[in-house]
């Protein structure tokens, strides 16, 4: 069975950094393309990130270019989110993706 | 990119009643369409994907159609349990675009 765990999420200030990770377990991760999707408090969803299966090729949103990025570990079977310069609009349950299997999410707050 | 119009966006219905949610794609996407249930507080429930291939548990009442860039969600007698918000995603190219999802709520 797919499962796909975040964790990382937490309060932080504006102008703050957070990384999140994702626990890939249940399918062969190396073999995978993986997204980042958020969705704001009262939102509809937000694709945030996708990184190739080996890490080659990445695309981010024009919400989050030069602020974040995305990387994996295949050895490790994760994905991250290292996400810097944090404003209050970036506030969001950030859920790790693999085309259509998510994970349940991590809340992050941006809020001073 | 290519946009997803979803529509409509709040559904006032009955239980019993057949409903049908519209997703349209500003170019081809070939089958690559998903649809989920978000109820409050929880994660996005896939209920189909590649545009009419249930997924495993989800009851049968839920059928999806559609190919190219006209798409549609069907539930055949809604039940209780299925007032929530619905969500169409386009999984065709890399950067994933959503539609603006669609209300069920109680008549």
């Known amino acids: 069975e797919v499962q796909l765990v975040e964790s990382g999420g937490g309060l932080v200030q504006p102008g703050g950094s957070l990384r999140l990770s994702c626990a890939a377990s249940?399918?062969?991760?190396?073999?995978?393309?993986m997204n980042w999707v958020r969705q704001a408090p009262g939102k509809g969803l937000e694709w945030v990130s996708y990184?190739?299966?080996?890490?080659?090729?990445?695309y981010y949103a024009d919400s989050v270019k030069g602020r974040f990025t995305i990387s994996r570990d295949n050895a490790k079977n994760s994905l991250y989110l290292q996400m810097n310069s944090l404003r209050a609009e970036d506030t969001a349950v950030y859920y790790c993706?693999?085309?259509?299997?998510w994970g349940q999410g991590t809340l992050v707050t941006v809020s001073s | 990119d290519i946009q997803m119009t979803q529509s409509p966006s709040t559904l006032s219905a009955s239980v019993g009643d057949r409903v049908t949610i519209t997703c349209r794609a500003s170019?081809?996407?070939?089958?690559?369409l998903a649809w989920y249930q978000q109820k409050p507080g929880k994660a996005p429930k896939l209920l189909i994907y590649?545009?009419?291939s249930l997924e495993s548990g989800v009851p049968s009442r839920f059928s999806g159609s559609g190919s190219g860039t006209e798409f549609t969600l069907t539930i055949s007698s809604l039940q209780p349990d299925d007032f929530a918000t619905y969500y169409c995603?386009?999984?065709?190219?890399?950067?994933?675009?959503f539609g603006q999802g669609t209300k069920v709520e109680i008549k």
């Open positions: 993706a693999r085309d259509v299997k």
């Open positions: 249940g399918f062969t991760f190396s073999s995978y393309e």
């Open positions: 990184i190739s299966s080996s890490g080659s090729t990445i």
């Open positions: 590649k545009a009419s």
């Open positions: 170019q081809s996407i070939s089958s690559w």
């Open positions: 995603q386009q999984y065709n190219s890399p950067e994933w675009t």
